[in-house]
């Protein structure tokens, strides 16, 4: 149905920033809530941000608020995340996804990218 590709991932050194981007392929796109995840080794899977399908709502999880904001160009069915400063425990491997449904739980989310590893030393 849709395909997303994330980028931008890399390494980077405590206090830093990085900018996380996802395409989308499809027209579908503009009418999908888009959710950020992140994955590290050994752990679940856990909820980062998410916009609306019309970018006017997002949410964050408490671990990023007010470091993370996420946002999206639908006439460039694109999704990014700008990362600022950054900490050790961010270090996982982050990926895009999109829903129907408003929501926050990976189950909700139907479409994957296949992610891209942050890391961060200290």
């Known amino acids: 149905q849709v395909q997303l590709v994330e980028s931008g991932g890399g390494l980077v050194q405590a206090g830093g920033s990085l900018r996380l981007s996802c395409a989308a392929s499809?027209?579908?796109?503009?009418?999908?809530?888009m959710g950020w995840f992140r994955q590290a080794p050994g752990k679940e899977r856990e909820f980062v941000a998410v916009?609306?399908?019309?970018?006017?709502?997002?949410y964050y999880a408490e671990s990023v608020k007010g470091r993370f904001t996420i946002s999206r160009d639908n006439a460039k069915n694109t999704v990014t995340l700008q990362m600022n400063s950054l900490k050790p425990g961010d270090t996982a491997v982050y990926y895009c996804?999109?829903?129907?449904?408003?929501?926050?739980?990976?189950?909700?989310?139907?479409?994957w990218g296949k992610g891209t590893q942050v890391t961060v030393s200290s």
């Open positions: 499809g027209r579908i796109f503009s009418s999908r809530h």
């Open positions: 996804a999109a829903s129907i449904n408003w929501g926050f739980a990976p189950s909700m989310y139907s479409a």
């Open positions: 916009i609306g399908w019309r970018g006017a709502s997002t």
